[in-house]
């Protein structure tokens, strides 16, 4: 009896340990509408995840291995499931393209273990929503250590079939961010490069996806690398320690890796999952912050007229500008330089290199900088300045107190090409540092941002893309299709600084390189139905006055708001056009815009309430091929039965206020 008491417990442990370590878990969490599905399983005791969407695999089979100084965790593990539960939650955005956002999601947190180091362990918190799910990384404090140091993390996507891919390739880590993209099969891809987050799946029968990552904070920015028929995660490396990604004490978290789904590209631009997954708004006072248009001279070169004075980094010319956004609704006026000149002692070689006797502190002899915030206030236009970032982050407290001084109210920061885990958090301290000062901040040559707007409501918008800019020097693949590919990728990401305005537009075959007055290549209406399409909470009237003084379709720039109380899109065929509608109050803006092929499309009109409104559209004239900035005005009534049948032209766009 006591031999096969023993047996019956020896054979009992047996069938725990094949459970425990041996045998494949399954481990689920789906979203509330039951669309899609996260499973979590530990095939030969490796870590490994899938997507499914609609009962269909998107990704299959995608591994997990974290790398640190202590061993990889993902190898031989072992998954313990903590109870999960629905999140429900709402909350206002100061800045956004909605003003409230309302959210369910399901959350599991799995506890990770390696069978043979019990200290090598982690949490993947995941949440599901209806619109995608995100997942995370925590890192828990240990008895043995207190510090990560974290050499990699591998998150795999094994994405299923041949999809459609709109991606951009980058040349390192250190960089602008800023390139073209390609659209090609799955396939195709090129495996020797890094590829820059958002990146567009488009899937057969009508499914949409795409991977980009939410929260980045004291941690490094992540790309996907093509290997062995996967994308795989690689992070930015540290410039003091390249063989380390993060040096961070514990316990600690990873930024959400996202994956955002959908049967209509337009859901994937309409979602707020990004903002969903980062933490409530720091900021006690939020008084100050007023998102607005700006004009930046920097673009069209600091031009002015004939006039009785010397253009330049004068006050003369700045008060001309503020004259101008003035008398024309433009809320702020920016500071630059003027000839490769801060407005700024610098004794560098140009904008992007500070000299060792750099000071930002102190304006050049011509400039009065309190002087010009007075003027502008009396006028009703705050004032900005740009500011290498270097310069200011050598004396970044009593800089920020300086500019307060004077009159203020934010700052361009430019030239970052960096995200690595130091750069992200100097752009958090700048962020947090700037607030207590009231200073709203616009980030330049940076990395892509990640919903943080809503934490730091006084982030106004990022550039980190290729933009107008550009036809300074001569760029001409900036064009109506490149634009096209920005809202299926990089806006996915957040607000996208652009350089719009640009109203002296010619055809393609009569571009010509202008580094002052640079014209533009898609139609006048295009770069109108832009301030819709995109989203920027400080959208710039970069073009000279004389460009939009009494022209057709300013009143259109003029009226366009700069942050959202609702967003839908209406129509959109990835690299071909978009529709996009967003609400302010009782009004609504529409903004179309087409690639290089003409066309037809219809707008309908069914997300308007019951009542008659007034319609007032821009339209491209039937002549743009020849002159691409003549337009239609027309107006009329509508109701939410109407459907507008609209022409756009090559290169074209429609804008519409609707009242």
């Given at each position: ?119 090598l362990a982690a949490d993947i918190e ?256 705050d004032v900005y300045v740009w500011v ?55 980030f330049h040559g940076s990395s892509k ?211």
């Amino acid at each position: 009896m006591i031999k096969k008491f023993l047996l019956l417990v020896i054979l009992l442990l047996s069938k725990n340990l094949c459970l425990d370590l041996f045998c494949q878990i399954e481990l689920t969490v789906s979203s509330p509408d039951k669309q899609i599905v996260f499973t979590l399983t530990s095939p030969d005791q490796r870590m490994e995840y899938s997507i499914q969407f609609q009962n269909k695999n998107l990704i299959d089979h995608s591994p997990i291995h974290l790398y640190s100084t202590k061993g990889v965790l993902g190898e031989h593990v072992k998954i313990e499931s903590l109870p999960g539960h629905l999140i429900q939650d709402s909350y206002d955005l100061i800045v956004g393209k909605a003003n409230h956002v309302s959210y369910q999601c399901n959350q599991k947190i799995y506890h990770i273990t390696d069978l043979f180091d019990s200290t090598l362990a982690a949490d993947i918190e995941t949440r599901v929503f209806n619109d995608g799910l995100a997942f995370r990384y925590y890192y828990p404090k240990s008895n043995n250590t207190d510090s990560l140091y974290l050499l990699d993390e591998n998150t795999g996507f094994n994405v299923v079939g041949d999809p459609k891919v709109l991606a951009m390739y980058l040349p390192s880590f250190q960089t602008s961010h800023e390139g073209l993209y390609t659209y090609t099969e799955y396939k195709k891809l090129d495996n020797s490069h890094l590829m820059e987050m958002p990146v567009l799946f488009q899937y057969a029968q009508n499914v949409y996806m795409s991977i980009l990552e939410a929260n980045v904070r004291d941690f490094a920015g992540a790309y996907l690398w093509k290997e062995n028929e996967m994308l795989m995660t690689k992070l930015s490396p540290r410039i003091d320690k390249p063989n380390l990604k993060i040096i961070s004490s514990l316990p600690h978290y990873s930024p959400w890796r996202v994956i955002q789904i959908g049967n209509k590209p337009g859901s994937l631009i309409e979602s707020n999952i990004l903002t969903n997954l980062n933490e409530a708004c720091k900021l006690d006072d939020v008084s100050w912050i007023k998102p607005g248009k700006t004009t930046f001279t920097w673009w069209n070169g600091n031009m002015v007229p004939d006039t009785n004075f010397a253009p330049g980094n004068n006050f003369e010319t700045n008060k001309y500008y503020i004259d101008f956004a003035a008398a024309h609704h433009i809320q702020y006026h920016a500071i630059y330089g003027y000839a490769e000149q801060p407005w700024y002692e610098d004794d560098g070689f140009d904008f992007g290199t500070p000299g060792q006797h750099v000071d930002i502190t102190k304006p050049i002899k011509p400039l009065d900088i309190k002087k010009i915030c007075e003027y502008g206030k009396n006028k009703g236009v705050d004032v900005y300045v740009w500011v290498n970032w270097k310069a200011l982050y050598s004396k970044l407290d009593s800089a920020l107190a300086t500019f307060e001084a004077w009159g203020l109210c934010g700052t361009m920061v430019d030239f970052m090409d960096r995200d690595d885990q130091e750069m992200i958090n100097i752009q958090e301290e700048i962020l947090l540092k700037s607030a207590k000062h009231h200073l709203f901040v616009q980030f330049h040559g940076s990395s892509k941002p990640s919903g943080l707007h809503r934490t730091y409501p006084n982030e106004f918008t990022r550039e980190g893309t290729l933009n107008y800019e550009v036809y300074k020097w001569g760029n001409s693949n900036v064009n109506a299709d490149h634009d096209i590919h920005i809202p299926f990728t990089r806006m996915l990401a957040g607000p996208t600084d652009y350089h719009l305005g640009g109203f002296r537009a010619v055809s393609r075959k009569n571009y010509k390189e202008h580094y002052t007055h640079p014209n533009v290549l898609s139609t006048r209406c295009h770069m109108m139905a832009m301030y819709v399409v995109l989203e920027s909470y400080l959208s710039m009237v970069a073009d000279v006055p004389e460009a939009y003084i009494h022209q057709p379709g300013f009143e259109f720039v003029q009226a366009v708001p700069s942050t959202w109380d609702e967003t839908s899109v209406l129509n959109a065929s990835v690299t071909e056009y978009i529709t996009i509608a967003r609400r302010k109050a009782n009004h609504w803006y529409i903004g179309s815009i087409n690639n290089h092929i003409a066309r037809e499309i219809d707008i309908k009109l069914d997300f308007l309430d019951d009542k008659t409104h007034q319609a007032i559209l821009f339209t491209d004239a039937m002549d743009v091929d020849k002159n691409p900035n003549h337009l239609i005005r027309q107006t009329r009534l509508v109701s939410n039965k109407d459907i507008l049948h609209l022409k756009l032209g090559a290169d074209g766009g429609v804008a519409m206020i609707i009242k």
